[in-house]
C-alpha cells in the first residue's frame, strides 16, 4: 500500500514538475548590444490575461504563466520577441533584446480602441513613447503634443493649444485612458485644457491625424490626441511588486521647479499606483537675439490703492507669465476573475492663477489697457472606472465598459488700468460619460469586428460678477454664456470591420452615427436683451471611414483612406458672449448648424535596407458649413455697448465651406547602430469660401535630430523650424491682434521664420539613476510661434534627475 502511495505521488510530482520550474522560474532581460540589464520590458501571453514587467536588475517571475504556451517581450526601444518556456530553459532563462532598426511602433490602439499591428492601420499616426519623453523632458502635456508633430500655440506661458491639419480647440479631440476630455465649453478660440495632464504619467501617446469621427464622434475633425496614463501592475511571483521613481527637474529660462513620484504595490490580484507632481514657473526670459518689437519694456504694478506703470529692469523678462500646476493620480486595479480586470483612477489637476500674458501687453491710446487680466485656477477632476472582460464568446472576444465623471472649473478676471472695477465670470461643467466597446476575431486570417455605443452629459453653470478692488463690493454682470439651465447631450452607435486579403492587403471600414442635442435657457435677460430666452439644437449625423493597406513586400507600405467627420455646435458656439480683441464682441447665434468634413489621405512608407526609412503622406479636406466667425447683427445693429465701450458685433456663422490640404513626410537614417537621424516636415494650407486664410493653419514646421546612443548614454543635437506667414496669408481675425506680431516694411503684422538649435542628453547608472541636461534654443534667438502670445524661451539650461526601484 505504501508502495503504491509513492508510486502515484512520484507520479504525480513527475507531472507537475515542470510547471512548478516554470512558476518559480525567473527571466533576465539584456540588450544584446551591451549585454545590461533592460528594464519596464512588457512580459505577457499570448491572450494578455497575464502580464509582467522587468525591474532595473533585467528580472521578472514567470510564475503565473501557462507551460506550453509563448511569452512575449516587448519595449519601446527593442524589437519584439517571443519564446516558448522550453526554448528559455535552452538559453539559460537569459533573453536578449536587439535594439529597434528604425523607431516604428509596431502595434497601435488608437485607430480603432484596439491594440492592433501599425502595419494595417490607413491612418497616419504618430506614437511619443517614454524614452523620447525622459530626455526632451517637456514641462506639459502640450510640450509633450508637440514631439508627436503637432503645432502647438501659446497665449501664456501657463498654456497649449494644439493645431493639428488647419483645426483646433473644438475641432480636435483630447482623449484619455478612453475618455474624451473635450466639453460644451470647448472653444474657437485657443484653449488649455491640455496642460491638465499631467505629461509625467504618461506612459504612451497617439496622435490620429485626420478625421476620427467614426471612433470618437463629434469635434475630431483635425485629429485625435490619445493619452494612456500608467496603469497599476500586478506581481507575477509570490512576492509583492514594489515599483517607485521620483524625479526633480530644474530649467533656467522660468526658474522652472518641477517636482514628481509615483509608487506602484502590485498582488496577483490587486494593485495600486499613486502619483503627484508639482510645478512652479516663474516670469518667462525671451531670446536676446532679433525682433526687438516683443520685448516687454513696461509692465502694471498695483501699488496701494493705484496702478503704476513700472519700467522693465530686463525687458527680456515677461513679467507677468508665471504659474504654478499640481497634479495626483490614483489608481486601483482587481483581477475579478480570469477573464474580469476592473481599472477604478482619480485624476486631479490644479492650475494657480494663469496670467493672461497676450493681454498684458495690449495698449490702448498710448498707455497698457489692462491693470489685471488673469485666468483663476482652472480645476480638473475625473473619476472612472473601467471594466476589462476578454473571455470569448460568440459576439466578442473582449469586452470593455468605461464610465466616467468630470468636474471642470474655469474662470476670468480683468480689470482696466486705473479701474477699481473686477470683472469676473466663472464657469462649471460637470460631465458623466459612458463606453461600452466590444471586438471580436472572425475567421483564421487575423480579421477584426469592433462595435460599442457611447453617451457624454454636459451640464453647465455660469456665472459673473463685478467686484470693486477698493471695497469688495461685488454685483452681478452679465455672464459668458446663457445664465439659466444649459444641457448638452451627446449618444451615438459604432461598428466597423478589418479584414486581410491575403498577407499584403488589409481594408478598414467603420461607419458612426451620432445624436447631439443642447437645451440652455437665459434666466435672466436684463443684461443683454437678447431678442430670444432659449437656445435649442438637436443634430443627428451618419460618418463614416474605409481605408486600405497594401503591402507589395516585407519594405513597403501604401495607405489610401478615405473619411469623414462631424461637429456639431456646442455651447461655446451657440451661446457666448465675449470680447476676442479691443472692440470685436462675439455674440450667440441659435441659428448656428453643424458643419461635416469629407476627407482623403494618401500614404507611402519604404524601407531601403536597414540603413534608411522614409515616409510621406499628403491629405485633401472639405468642411462643408464651416462654422466660421463673421460680422453681424445684434437687435438690427452691427455695434453693441459692452463694458462702457462701442464694439463690432460678430457671430459663429454656417460659411458655404473651407478647404485644408497639405503633406507631411518624415525620414530616419540609420548609418550605424549607435547613430540615427531623423528629420519630419509638415505643410499645411487652406482658405474659405471667401478665400480668405483660416486661423488654424500654421506655417511650414518640422524638426531634424541628430541621435547618438550606446551603452547608458544617449546625446539628441536637434533643430526646430518654423517658416512665416506674411500678412496677405494671415487670417482676418489675426490681422486685428498686431500686438501679437512683428511689424513688415508696411507696418502690417506678419509672423516671421524662425528655427533654434538645441542640444540633450542622457545618462543611465546601473539601471536605476538617469542623468538629464540639456540646452534649448543655444543661439538664444527671440522669436514668438505663430498666433501666440507669448514669445518662446531664449536660451534655457535644463537640467534632471530621476531615481528608481
Do not use: C
Not at 466663472?426 to 459612458?434: C, L, Y
Not at 482676418?732 to 501679437?740: F, G, T
Request: cysteine-free; glycine content about 8%.
Amino acid at each position: 500500500m505504501t508502495i503504491l502511495l509513492m508510486k502515484k505521488l512520484s507520479f504525480i510530482l513527475l507531472f507537475l514538475f515542470p510547471l512548478l520550474s516554470l512558476s518559480a522560474q525567473t527571466v533576465t532581460v539584456l540588450s544584446a548590444d551591451d549585454g545590461k540589464p533592460v528594464s519596464d520590458v512588457a512580459v505577457y501571453n499570448e491572450a494578455k490575461t497575464q502580464f509582467g514587467y522587468t525591474n532595473p536588475a533585467g528580472k521578472v517571475s514567470l510564475s503565473g504563466f501557462a507551460e506550453k504556451q509563448p511569452i512575449f517581450f516587448q519595449h519601446f526601444s527593442f524589437e519584439r520577441v517571443s519564446f516558448t518556456p522550453e526554448e528559455l530553459k535552452v538559453a539559460g532563462w537569459v533573453v536578449k533584446l536587439e535594439t529597434k532598426t528604425f523607431e516604428v511602433e509596431e502595434f497601435i490602439v488608437s485607430a480603432n480602441r484596439w491594440e492592433q499591428k501599425s502595419e494595417e492601420v490607413p491612418n497616419h499616426i504618430n506614437v511619443v513613447a517614454v524614452p523620447a519623453v525622459k530626455i526632451m523632458n517637456p514641462q506639459t502635456a502640450a510640450d509633450l503634443i508637440s514631439m508627436g508633430d503637432v503645432f502647438v500655440q501659446k497665449s501664456q506661458l501657463g498654456g497649449g493649444s494644439p493645431m493639428i491639419r488647419g483645426f483646433a480647440t473644438n475641432r480636435v479631440l483630447i482623449n484619455i485612458d478612453g475618455v474624451r476630455m473635450n466639453n460644451a465649453i470647448y472653444r474657437e478660440g485657443n484653449i488649455q485644457n491640455v496642460i491638465s495632464i499631467d505629461p509625467n504619467i504618461i506612459e504612451r501617446t497617439e496622435i490620429i491625424f485626420g478625421p476620427g469621427a467614426t471612433m470618437y464622434g463629434s469635434d475630431a475633425l483635425g485629429g485625435v490626441m490619445d493619452f494612456h496614463t500608467r496603469r497599476a501592475l500586478f506581481s507575477t511571483g509570490d512576492t509583492l511588486l514594489l515599483k517607485a521613481e521620483a524625479m526633480a527637474r530644474w530649467s533656467s529660462a522660468a526658474g522652472e521647479q518641477t517636482y514628481h513620484a509615483w509608487f506602484n504595490a502590485g498582488g496577483k490580484r490587486i494593485a495600486f499606483l499613486s502619483s503627484v507632481t508639482w510645478s512652479d514657473f516663474g516670469d518667462l526670459v525671451m531670446g536676446s537675439v532679433s525682433h526687438p518689437e516683443y520685448l516687454r519694456n513696461e509692465y502694471q504694478m498695483r501699488s496701494g490703492d493705484r496702478d503704476s506703470i513700472v519700467m522693465n529692469s530686463n525687458p527680456r523678462r515677461q513679467v507677468g507669465s508665471g504659474y504654478r500646476q499640481f497634479n495626483s493620480t490614483n489608481k486601483l486595479r482587481f483581477k475579478a476573475g480570469k477573464y474580469l480586470d476592473i481599472d477604478l483612477a482619480h485624476h486631479y489637476s490644479h492650475l494657480s492663477d494663469v496670467p493672461r500674458y497676450d493681454r498684458l501687453i495690449q495698449y490702448k491710446n498710448g498707455t497698457l489697457r489692462y491693470g489685471d487680466w488673469y485666468y483663476g485656477p482652472q480645476v480638473w477632476m475625473m473619476t472612472n472606472a473601467s471594466l476589462s472582460y476578454n473571455r470569448s464568446t460568440a459576439v466578442s472576444d473582449d469586452i470593455r465598459l468605461t464610465v466616467a465623471r468630470q468636474d471642470y472649473r474655469e474662470s476670468r478676471h480683468d480689470r482696466a488700468l486705473n479701474k477699481s472695477s473686477l470683472n469676473e465670470q466663472t464657469e462649471k461643467v460637470g460631465i458623466w460619460s459612458a463606453n461600452l466597446d466590444f471586438d471580436k476575431k472572425t475567421g483564421n486570417n487575423g480579421n477584426l469586428l469592433y462595435y460599442g455605443a457611447e453617451y457624454v452629459w454636459n451640464n453647465i453653470h455660469s456665472t459673473a460678477d463685478v467686484r470693486n478692488i477698493l471695497t469688495g463690493v461685488t454685483e452681478p454682470a452679465g455672464s459668458r454664456y446663457p445664465n439659466g439651465k444649459n444641457i448638452y447631450n451627446s449618444a451615438s452607435l459604432y461598428s466597423g470591420y478589418r479584414f486581410n486579403l491575403g498577407s499584403k492587403f488589409t481594408v478598414s471600414t467603420g461607419a458612426r452615427y451620432n445624436y447631439v442635442s443642447l437645451n440652455s435657457e437665459i434666466a435672466d435677460n436684463s443684461w443683454y436683451n437678447f431678442p430670444f430666452t432659449t437656445i435649442e439644437s438637436a443634430n443627428g449625423a451618419l460618418t463614416g471611414a474605409a481605408g486600405a493597406v497594401y503591402r507589395p513586400d516585407g519594405r513597403t507600405e501604401l495607405t489610401l483612406n478615405l473619411s469623414t467627420g462631424f461637429r456639431a455646435p456646442n455651447l461655446d458656439d451657440l451661446g457666448k458672449v465675449f470680447e476676442s480683441a479691443p472692440g470685436v464682441l462675439v455674440v450667440p447665434n441659435p441659428d448656428l448648424r453643424p458643419e461635416y468634413l469629407y476627407n482623403i489621405d494618401l500614404g507611402a512608407s519604404r524601407e531601403f535596407g536597414k540603413m534608411l526609412l522614409a515616409e510621406a503622406s499628403v491629405f485633401y479636406s472639405y468642411l462643408d458649413n464651416a462654422m466660421v466667425r463673421r460680422e453681424f447683427l445684434f437687435n438690427g445693429e452691427p455695434t453693441m455697448i459692452f463694458q462702457g465701450e462701442e464694439s463690432q458685433v460678430y457671430a459663429m456663422v454656417n460659411a458655404g465651406y473651407a478647404i485644408v490640404y497639405g503633406a507631411q513626410m518624415k525620414a530616419e537614417l540609420r548609418p550605424s547602430s549607435f547613430l540615427r537621424v531623423k528629420s519630419s516636415l509638415t505643410l499645411t494650407a487652406g482658405h474659405d469660401d471667401e478665400k480668405a486664410p483660416l486661423r488654424h493653419v500654421p506655417p511650414l514646421f518640422g524638426t531634424t535630430h541628430f541621435i547618438y546612443e550606446r551603452s547608458a548614454l544617449k546625446a539628441d543635437l536637434y533643430a526646430v523650424y518654423n517658416g512665416s506667414i506674411t500678412f496677405d496669408r494671415m487670417a482676418p481675425s489675426e490681422r486685428d491682434k498686431p500686438y501679437l506680431y512683428a511689424e513688415d516694411e508696411n507696418g502690417n503684422p506678419w509672423s516671421p521664420s524662425w528655427f533654434t538649435l538645441n542640444f540633450k542628453a542622457s545618462f543611465n547608472i546601473s539601471n536605476r539613476l538617469d542623468l538629464t541636461a540639456g540646452v534649448e534654443n543655444l543661439l538664444d534667438l527671440r522669436y514668438r510661434t505663430y498666433s501666440s502670445g507669448i514669445a518662446a524661451p531664449g536660451r534655457n539650461f535644463i537640467v534632471a534627475a530621476r531615481i528608481r526601484i
